[in-house]
């Protein structure tokens, strides 16, 4: 064979053999990172649709603003502020990818528009047909008095959420009260399944909720969200001032009354004294 002719076969095999490569990551790239809150062709999730993004908008405004939109926002570029107003004031979180591992999300996005992606589906509510039961279970779960199939940390540790059966919640993260109002069913699910924030990201990290944990924390998340009008926290600091007193009062007499008649010289004064004969 021709030597020419060979070294142009070995050059198209290896150009075919990395794009594939390249399609590959970038597939493996949106499903770790962006499915979380984007669909391609199939709806908004947390963020918007990402179907034909390669023909709104340029590779040169999409790779800065997918790298750090925090950035390209305060710059205050016109179409980025737009977007992130449009969607709940949501920050999406910087990646540490390179431009290279972008531009292949990106390829991936138009690949999988092309075969046929690009046609709407009709997404089924994951909370279609729960109960109270899901809610129930679910506030157990979000609370931490039931542990998570995984050990996964509770929700409780780092968000709020105005509820009357939660005694103390945490002030780490976003309150989650109204997550529901704004993410929908669809959006907290993906947000719960492939956390896009680097702390909940950590902390999941190998303690993966189940399908049905997803779907009753949701459930609950729901709950929260309708009924937030009709809860009235409780203020326990006057609770709290009581009862410290109360303890406080029990520790000191107790303390008082098992040492009344302690010591009150470093020695037997009786014995000291004590007349004694002086033996000359």
């Not at 399609?23 to 947390?46: M, N, P, Y």
């Not at 709020?160 to 989650?176: H, N, Q």
Request: proline share 4%; with cysteine.
């Amino acid at each position: 064979m021709n030597k020419n002719l060979m070294n142009s076969i070995l050059l198209i095999v290896g150009i075919f053999l990395f794009t594939i490569g390249r399609a590959d990551e970038g597939e493996q790239l949106f499903k770790t990172t962006c499915a979380a809150c984007h669909t391609i062709g199939k709806g908004r999730l947390v963020g918007p649709d990402l179907s034909g993004i390669n023909q709104k908008r340029s590779k040169e405004w999409l790779v800065p603003f997918i790298k750090s939109s925090t950035t390209v926002i305060k710059s205050g570029d016109t179409d980025a502020v737009a977007i992130f107003k449009e969607y709940n004031s949501i920050m999406m979180p910087d990646v540490a990818y390179s431009e290279a591992q972008i531009v292949s999300i990106l390829n991936y996005i138009s690949s999988d528009i092309s075969d046929g992606a690009q046609e709407q589906t009709v997404i089924t509510d994951i909370l279609s047909g729960t109960t109270l039961e899901n809610i129930k279970v679910g506030l157990l779960l979000f609370s931490g008095k039931q542990p998570f199939t995984n050990e996964g940390p509770a929700c409780v540790g780092c968000h709020k959420v105005k509820d009357e059966r939660i005694f103390s919640s945490g002030t780490l993260a976003k309150d989650l009260t109204e997550s529901y109002d704004i993410l929908g069913s669809a959006g907290i699910a993906a947000v719960i399944k492939s956390p896009p924030f680097p702390v909940m990201t950590a902390a999941f990290t190998n303690h993966d909720l189940t399908e049905e944990e997803v779907i009753n924390v949701t459930a609950y998340l729901k709950n929260v969200s309708e009924e937030r009008y009709y809860q009235r926290p409780t203020d326990f600091s006057t609770t709290f001032a009581f009862f410290g007193l109360v303890v406080f009062a029990t520790i000191f007499m107790s303390t008082v009354l098992l040492y009344f008649k302690r010591k009150k010289f470093p020695v037997n004064r009786e014995i000291l004294d004590r007349p004694s004969k002086v033996i000359n």
